[in-house]
């Protein structure tokens, strides 16, 4: 079982940039396709951005796309997402995600999770 903790979130203005990186607890991490999911107050839980084992193939949900980019590195067992020109609206937790199957968007598929690091965008 894989452990995942979260970290680098924090309040920035708009147009301002944040990295999270999510650290796992096994070097079985290179095994696991990843994700990050994201849930704004009063929302439902939505997916993010979606990474292969090896990182070679990435997934992005369109409000993201051309800002994020998810990236990993299995030799230190840690999942990246650099955010840039934040807006108010990815004001969120974001939480990383191990899944056994590559580039999925549905939360099922996703068997291990972080807590979570909150991220607050000011206008």
């Known amino acids: 079982q894989v452990q995942l903790v979260e970290s680098g979130g924090g309040l920035v203005q708009a147009g301002g940039s944040l990295r999270l990186s999510c650290a796992a607890s096994?070097?079985?991490?290179?095994?696991?396709?990843m994700a990050w999911f994201r849930q704004a107050p009063g929302e439902n839980r939505e997916f993010v951005a979606a990474i292969t084992q090896f990182g070679v193939g990435t997934r992005y949900v369109e409000s993201v796309k051309g800002r994020f980019t998810i990236s990993r590195d299995n030799a230190k067992n840690t999942l990246y997402l650099q955010m840039n020109s934040l807006k108010p609206e990815d004001t969120a937790k974001y939480y990383c995600a191990a899944s056994n199957r590559p580039l999925v968007a549905a939360q099922g598929e996703y068997a291990y999770w972080g807590q979570g690091t909150q991220v607050t965008v000011s206008s």
């Open positions: 096994e070097r079985t991490f290179r095994n696991y396709p």
